[in-house]
């Protein structure tokens, strides 16, 4: 039972839980603010502001580089994972959603012809804006940072 225990207190992992946790949360009441209305899926939905994929992985980042210092070997592979989640999230996915606005203008256009092979919409939000990686990034520093002072893991 302590091999649980040692998951559920892994300084690292919580932060990163964390951060998701608050970024979905965050993204869910801005997307309520907009809209004017809930939509539970944008609790578990990729896209929006703020990036939990940024958060999550800066927030690990910030962890173990508090852990282990920031010149260990820990931080390096986990300071590398973050920017290329956040190169990832910038560039091909949010090309991916771009793509997908195009193509459902053009299926809204031709929607009088054959389209039974067409699906009804493509996922438009997948990818993320450079504000919005960077929002996620800077919440996940400091949620990895908060934790720490609070809870006292790199001393």
Not at 20 to 30: E, F, G, R, S
Not at 42 to 64: D, E, F, K, N, R
């Amino acid at each position: 039972m302590s091999k649980l225990s040692d998951v559920f207190s892994n300084y690292p992992l919580i932060c990163a839980l964390v951060s998701w946790i608050i970024a979905q949360v965050m993204k869910t009441i801005i997307w309520v603010i907009q809209n004017r209305k809930f939509n539970f899926v944008s609790l578990v939905a990729s896209g929006g502001m703020p990036s939990s994929h940024s958060a999550s992985v800066c927030a690990l980042a910030t962890a173990v580089g508090r852990l282990s210092g920031f010149n260990s070997v820990d931080f390096a592979i986990s300071a590398l994972l973050a920017f290329i989640v956040m190169y990832d999230a910038a560039g091909v996915r949010r090309s991916a959603g771009e793509q997908a606005k195009i193509l459902n203008r053009i299926m809204e256009d031709i929607e009088h012809g054959i389209t039974e092979n067409m699906p009804k919409r493509l996922k438009e939000l997948v990818g993320h804006t450079p504000l919005q990686v960077f929002a996620g990034a800077v919440l996940g520093i400091l949620i990895g940072i908060l934790l720490d002072v609070l809870l006292h893991y790199s001393q």
